[in-house]
Nanobody, 123 residues
């Protein structure tokens, strides 16, 4: 099993940047495909970005492509989501998730979840 704890959320103006962290314990993040999802009030939880368990393949939702970057630091057992050029529509609770096997854009495929961190982008 792996335990996930997100941090780094906060309030930022439109056009600003934030970096979210997802610290893992119990197992190394290199053993899992890691994903970031977000959920805005009244909306379904949606895929944001993912990184495969092997190699350096990354995947992004069209809405964040070119603005967000997912990365992994195996030494720190931590996954990051660098968010640039933030927009008010990026406001949501952001969740880190882990799954065995290949990455997925389907939230139901993930086995482990963090508690979430709030990101609020003001206009």
């Amino acid at each position: 099993q792996v335990q996930l704890v997100e941090s780094g959320g906060g309030l930022v103006q439109a056009g600003g940047s934030l970096r979210l962290s997802c610290a893992a314990s119990g197992r190394t993040v290199s053993s899992y495909a890691m994903g970031w999802f977000r959920q805005a009030p009244g909306k379904e939880r949606e895929f944001v970005a993912a990184r495969g368990w092997s190699g350096s393949s990354t995947y992004y939702a069209d809405s964040v492509k070119g603005r967000f970057t997912i990365s992994r630091d195996n030494a720190k057992n931590t996954v990051y989501l660098q968010m640039n050029s933030l927009k008010p529509e990026d406001t949501a609770v952001y969740y880190c998730a882990a799954k065995t096997g290949p990455y997925s854009r389907n939230k139901g495929a993930y086995d482990y979840w963090g508690q979430g961190t709030q990101v609020t982008v003001s206009s």
